[in-house]
C-alpha cells in the first residue's frame, strides 16, 4: 500500500482545523477534535495521520474490486 501523499493542514485562528488534500477542502476539526489532532499530527507521521482523519486513505483492496467480474464492463 503506498504512504499517503498531499495533504496539508492549517490551524486559524478561531481554534478550527482545515485538512486539505492537493489544494482541496478534505475537512474541517473544531473544538475537541482539533485538539486532539493537532497532537496526534505532531507526534507521529503527519501524512498517515491526516489521511485517517480525514478517510481519504487506501484500504488495499482496490485493485480486487477493480477486477471483480460484477465491476468489470
Known amino acids: ?5 498531499g495533504f496539508t493542514y492549517e490551524q ?3 481554534g478550527s482545523v482545515v485538512i486539505t488534500h492537493r489544494g482541496r477542502a478534505a475537512g474541517t476539526l473544531r473544538g ?4 486532539k489532532f ?9 501524512q498517515l495521520v491526516m489521511a485517517r482523519w480525514t478517510g481519504a486513505y487506501k484500504f488495499g483492496n ?3 474490486a477493480r477486477d ?3 465491476n468489470r464492463r
Open 1 to 5: 500500500m503506498p504512504r499517503p501523499t
Open 12 to 14: 486559524r485562528g478561531d
Open 32 to 35: 475537541g477534535r482539533a485538539g
Open 38 to 46: 493537532l497532537t496526534e499530527v505532531e507526534s507521529g507521521d503527519a
Open 62 to 64: 482496490e485493485r480486487q
Open 68 to 70: 471483480h467480474p460484477r
